[in-house]
């Protein structure tokens, strides 16, 4: 898969200039925040009044004071954003957009699994349905994964749903992480051979992958990072030239920021197609038909709230 196979159409700068217009009009109509996950392609970045990692938007989200906040990403992110902020109306910028992680472990199965470990406390990545955080002591996003299970006084650790962030933190840390066999299939797709390829091709270069990869990829690269560390990272360092083992939609803000510096994706295949399902056009539907709503049952959003806020309480 490549980013010309996801449906994206190609447009003329007239045609885009149009688009953002009539997205503009509708904003101001709803009275509506846009805010974009940084996979999202350049187009709607460029439309966005946020864009950032999982955490930088949920924290965003919560604070909002808009009617109606535009998410620009997948559906388990615009579902922290309702929980977060009760009072606003949340849309998701188009339908369908799934994450397909977040479904691999359901309340039941999160349920059984930890009947068998009375004793572990269940952190959640953010990257899971609202009825799975319903269940969780506290939440995580890929940025503070490590310093969320140090701050738990409990010594087991039930990790759900991603093994390879799960794996990551249980480098970082002496307690027993006992890890659900979920992952991105876009992350873990990319191989140990792919790096060592890119290294031999760009040996200068600094390799930032994201805690979604597999170990031996993580243990070939100089850091393993949430998207916007990656762009922190990548600003700081000295280094000219970046390999990059995340979701191609970064490579726009790594670009923009520092076009002085060259950016390679370590692999074609780094794209997530319902991240990708988010264009000009199903953003303006979305907020003309005021359409893809999400809404938590009040029940499973109180309970989900708790493990987010926990999180968030870290800073
Ligand atoms: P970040 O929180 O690092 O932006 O990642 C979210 C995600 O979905 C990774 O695949
Ligand atoms: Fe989910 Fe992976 Fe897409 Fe992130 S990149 S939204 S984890 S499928």
Redesign the pocket.
């Known amino acids: 898969m490549t980013l010309h196979d996801t449906g994206i159409p190609r447009r003329s700068e007239a045609e885009l200039a149009d688009l953002r217009e009539e997205v503009f009009r509708l904003k101001r109509e709803l009275h509506a925040v846009i805010v974009s ?2 996979y999202q392609g350049a187009e709607v970045q460029r439309i966005a009044d946020f864009v950032g ?3 930088e938007l949920a924290l965003a989200c919560a604070r909002l004071k808009s009617e109606t906040i535009v998410f620009c990403g997948v559906d388990f992110m615009a579902e922290t954003a309702a929980i977060l902020n009760p009072e606003a109306t949340v849309l998701l910028s188009a339908a369908g957009a799934s ?1 397909p992680m977040a479904v691999m472990i359901d309340d039941n199965s999160l349920n059984e699994w930890r009947a068998s470990y009375p004793h572990a406390a269940v952190v959640s990545y953010v ?1 899971s349905t609202a009825a799975v955080k319903a269940l969780s002591d506290i939440c995580c ?3 503070n994964a490590v310093a969320v299970v140090e701050s738990l006084p409990h010594d087991e650790i039930l990790f759900v749903p991603d093994r390879n962030l799960g794996h990551y933190v249980s480098t970082k840390t002496s307690k027993r992480m006992i890890l659900y066999p979920g992952c ?1 299939s876009i ?1 873990d797709r990319l191989t140990a051979e792919e790096v060592m390829q890119a290294r031999r091709q760009y040996p200068e270069a600094r390799v930032l992958v ?1 805690p ?1 990869c597999r170990p031996e990829v993580i243990e070939l690269a100089d850091a393993a990072l ?3 560390q990656m762009l922190r990272d990548a600003g700081e360092s000295s280094a000219q030239t970046f390999l990059i083992g995340t ?1 191609e939609g970064l490579l726009h803000q790594l670009r923009l920021q520092n076009p002085e510096k060259s950016f390679h994706l370590l692999s074609a295949s780094l794209v997530c197609v319902d991240m990708k399902k988010t264009n000009l056009e199903s953003v303006i539907e979305t907020m003309k038909q005021k359409s893809n709503r999400t809404t938590v049952p009040e029940e499973i959003a109180l309970k989900a709230k708790k493990a987010l806020d926990r999180m968030l309480a870290l800073g």
């Open positions: 996950h940084n990692d999982s955490l994450c990257n996003t890929s940025a991105c992350h994201h979604e949430s998207t916007s979701e």
